[in-house]
């Protein structure tokens, strides 16, 4: 029997691990290091900077059209994925972890994962979206929902010993479920004592229940 | 401690997203399973978005002065960003013949059918992106065997739970094992196992009685 997988066939890749583990950042062709993509696409996560996503853009859609021609064949589809890999980059900046990889390893693997998805959608008419499945998205592990409802529960047995404004806040936001805008106008105060007394009150009580803790 | 593992360069057709839905399914898998893949694939997909999207500056060139891209990046620069993730990955469950198995995430939407089986063999068929491939999730009661067939193509099975023997080895899960149309064998299983399988074109049984049951390998693999 043959067993025709081997671990003999050393490709160019595998040659090139070490060589790749190394600083592989000596750009020829262009200026921008990988710290400068870095940088700008965390000022867009944290600032929604329209410079920077723009210089992002004009960086990688070319790549990405020409990944896109070359799979897609056509110059439409490979608009789409350009427009929606590059998508995903504005509205998910935020969500872009620099400490699992580096800023062209997430763009390639969204591009890659939508390009696949859209080959599966043209040759067999499949709109599912596997490929988030089968290729994880290294991304920051979002807020886990079931801790922050128990935490509010646990926060909100002791509001009544808040300070009467500091309460319609905590209130209004965490009972109602108004908005922060929605509750200055219902209670005609500036936006901005909304925000500082919600934190006073959020500060107070976990402070009461660390004292019940005790 | 698996055994068996895709070469490198699957792993490298995996990275680049150019493999069939089936096969890159199972080097997903292999991958969750085994941590040496699981970090070279890592690598490689590091140094293929590289090449990718940076490297590639040429053809890259040429497109760009002939596209003018400013009414997309203005229209995307209209849209708010998005504040949730989409969704939380759950793993697929499966259950047959009362083991309930978790099985890896890149199956999480492609199980979704029920199974066929005779005697201690359950089959579900998973859905192919190419024509002659099929694709399957196939148990084993302990016990169990398959009649000796070989196979027009290459035959891929990822063991996912449980251990099989054929007459050259035992595998356990994570085994990845390739084998290609030359060889005949004939799998065992003592303790029941679960497995992932891909043949590239239908199972032909070879000897002497097992040819009557030819039409039962269409069903099982
Ligand atoms: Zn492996």
Redesign the interface.
Known sequence: ???????R???R??K??VL??KP?ME?K??DITTEQLKEKLISVANS?S?SD??ML??Y????????G?QRLSTQGLA?DL??ET??AV??????FDADK??V??W???I???R??DML?KV??NRE????D????IF?TA?HVEPEDHMLTNKLMKHVDELPPLQQQIVRGIYLQELSQQELASKLNVPLGTVKSRLRLGLVKLRSILEKHHD | MIN???????L?EHA??SLS?AM??AL?AHCELCSICQE?L?????????I??????A???E??TS?D?DD??NS??L????S??ERL?QSAIVTVKGHEYQLP??????VRETWNGLGKISRMRLET?SGDARASLLHIDAGGEIPEHTHQG?ELTLLLAGHFE???NRYGPGD?????S??Q?TPKTEDGCLCYTVVDAPLRFTKGISKLLNPIGELIY
């Open positions: 029997m043959q067993n025709i997988q081997s671990q066939s050393q490709s890749y595998a090139g691990y790749y583990n592989y750009e062709n262009s929604r329209r996503y723009a853009f004009s990688f859609a070319p790549k990405i059209l020409a990944f021609h608009m350009v427009q590059m998508t504005w509205t998910k900046a935020h969500l990889g580096a062209t390893t763009i390639f693997t591009m890659r994962n390009c696949f599966r040759q067999h599912d979206t596997v490929s499945d089968i290729w994880p991304e979002e | 068996y593992h895709p070469n490198d360069d699957m490298l680049k997203g839905l890159t399914t997903s070279k890592t690598t490689m997909t590091q140094q293929h978005a590289h990718a999207l940076i490297e590639e500056d053809a890259a060139d497109l760009e596209i891209l997309m990046l995307i620069m849209l708010t960003p998005s949730t993730s990955s995430k890149a199956f999480r939407q492609q992106d290459t054929d007459e050259f990845f094992i390739l084998l290609d030359d060889h064998h």
